[in-house]
């Protein structure tokens, strides 16, 4: 533990998931404790026709 | 507030979604209350070969 | 298929998810198909200090 | 219910993915009971770029 | 990897899930191949109440 | 968007979370980008009888 699941837009480069999945795993290790090796992290790339806010798809314009 | 994880068979349209969203959205608001802007919905498409009911993948005959 | 999985804040009543289940059924039935049968929803209570926006809790007082 | 879901990294067969359905869902009936109808396996594909432990994608080297 | 999670109604012994962490990692790990030690199971324990099907909560009586 | 779940042992206390939340929430943004209001975040406590690795719950003693 823990499992760390990231669900955002697609669009992401490896480079910037490389660099989260280091940000985010230090982040976790420094607040709530625990070994490197335990973290694990799942990225979850979503189209933004995927992603509705508002009941609106997120590949929509948004209303006026 | 909420998030609305759909998983459901690949196959649907963009337009089915827009619709779903919509409806889902306001599904939610009418029977939970909060604001529309705190309703996101997010939609996973799963291949019928990665589902499986009874053991049986969804892509399969169903048994006789 | 589907599984609608709805995180939401605690304190929703029984009568509310009641009526939530029924809509969000039928919500998705008008839009993409399928059979009543089929569609399957969790509901998961989540606590408010066990929800951040913006990096605060929900339980937490939003700074001026 | 219930509802069994498998996040791996991408790579397994059709014909693997047949087999783990059988198993998962016959192990879940042995040792929790239920019926064979009401057991739902999803497989979540996961790009070893998506995923990482101890803070380093699993499509990196691992340092020395 | 992988990270199975298993959804199902609240109510399970810890017996049952100890033999189901078992079973489930070797169905897994004989069908999938890995090792033993990067098989994770998370069990979520849903009251009847937080789960329906049909539109209807699994605590209510069924229709006639 | 992003939604980011954090699936961990019982135990941490709200003051660990409210930390983790900051600083999950500021690893996100310095990598990825986006604004903080669209960083929600979901911590999910799980009790160690409902975790398992390699076949065996985290509340049970590992063999020799």
Redesign the interface.
């Known amino acids: 533990?823990?499992?760390?699941?990231?669900?955002?837009?697609k669009g992401?480069s490896?480079d910037?998931?490389?660099?989260?999945?280091?940000?985010?795993?230090?982040?976790?290790l420094?607040?709530?404790g625990g070994t490197?090796?335990s973290?694990?992290?799942?990225?979850?790339?979503?189209e933004k026709?995927?992603?509705?806010?508002?009941?609106?798809?997120?590949?929509?314009p948004k209303p006026a």
Do not use: H, N
């Open positions: 533990m823990p499992v760390i699941r990231v669900e955002m837009y992401r490896v910037q998931k490389r660099a989260a999945a280091k940000a985010l795993t230090q982040a976790f420094d607040t709530c490197p090796q973290v694990q992290i799942i990225f979850i790339d979503v026709e995927d992603w509705a806010a508002a009941g609106i798809l997120a590949s929509d």
